[in-house]
């Protein structure tokens, strides 16, 4: 089991700047890639970032590509999803999800594991 508790979620100004954070703990962090997506009211979740097990390789979503940058620090346990520019159309629950292995996608069914999210309100 991986327990993942997503943090640092608010409410922000449009053109503003959040940094999330995924706190993982319970099997060995650096197993597992991981992913941040995102769900807002009546839609459905929406990826936004993969990053691999060994942090070398990320991979974004077309939608926030150069606005929203992920990272993971292993000896931490953590990854984060540092975002730019924010947009009203950028609100929603966002969360973070572990899958096993190497890498992986912007698939929900890649991942085994998800935190219950965090709120992000962008006010414009």
């Known amino acids: 089991q991986v327990q993942l508790v997503e943090s640092g979620g608010g409410l922000v100004q449009a053109g503003g700047s959040l940094r999330l954070s995924c706190a993982a703990s319970g099997r060995t962090f650096s197993n597992y890639a991981m992913g941040w997506f995102r769900q807002a009211p009546g839609k459905e979740r929406e990826f936004l970032a993969a990053i691999s097990w060994s942090g070398g390789t990320t991979y974004d979503a077309h939608s926030v590509k150069g606005r929203f940058t992920i990272s993971r620090d292993n000896a931490k346990n953590t990854v984060y999803l540092q975002m730019n520019n924010l947009k009203a159309e950028d609100t929603a629950v966002y969360y973070c999800?572990?899958?096993?292995?190497?890498?992986?996608?912007?698939?929900?069914?890649?991942?085994?594991?998800w935190g219950q999210g965090t709120q992000v309100t962008v006010s414009s």
């Open positions: 999800a572990a899958g096993k292995g190497p890498f992986s996608t912007r698939f929900l069914s890649s991942y085994d594991y």
